[in-house]
């Protein structure tokens, strides 16, 4: 999937989950959501400091971490397309989201044959385990992941 594929499909999920009643929120509150239905559509942040000034096309632009029912993609810094990650279970906790992920398949990728462990993951304790810490209505953070030091905060599409 390249980039702007990616920001397409960001901006689509975004879009309907604008359309639905009360948004993300609402979805979050329907018990037949998953659990990380809070957390679908697109963030940016996390590899790098958010600029207190982005506005939403720019923060669509450049899609950091994508949410889904099945899946969540990520961007690497050497890469053009994002890594994805298909969902085996997601748990809430009372600070976020805990996921658990299908195993990565094996062997070298990328640009820098850096290997399926490290590209795949998240650089948290785990490749396969991604905890998400809620930090406000649209401001998460991976604690414990040297990938994403920083938090990460929503796209909106309005």
């Known amino acids: 999937m ?3 594929s990616a920001s397409q499909l960001a901006a689509a999920l975004s879009l309907a989950l604008a359309a639905s009643p009360g948004g993300a929120s609402a979805a979050a509150q329907d018990p037949r959501q998953p659990p990380h239905a809070w957390l679908f559509g697109t963030w940016t942040g996390g590899l790098f400091p958010v600029s207190s000034g982005l506005s939403n096309q720019a923060c669509l632009s450049q899609p950091v971490v994508i949410f889904t ?3 969540v993609l ?3 810094l050497t890469e053009q397309v994002l890594t994805q990650r298909e969902i085996e279970t997601a748990r809430s906790s009372p600070q976020g989201t ?3 992920f299908a195993a ?3 062997g070298g990728s990328g640009l820098l044959d850096t290997g399926a462990g490290h ?3 998240f650089g948290c304790a785990s490749p396969d385990e991604l905890h998400v810490q809620r930090r406000g209505e649209n401001e998460i953070a991976f604690p414990g992941c040297a990938d994403f030091p920083n ?3 929503r796209c909106q599409t309005r």
């Open 104 to 106: 990565a398949p094996g």
């Open 151 to 153: 938090p990460l905060i």
């Open 98 to 100: 805990e996921f658990r």
């Open 69 to 71: 029912r099945d899946l």
């Open 119 to 121: 590209a795949n993951g």
């Open 74 to 76: 990520r961007a690497t």
């Open 2 to 4: 390249t980039r702007r």
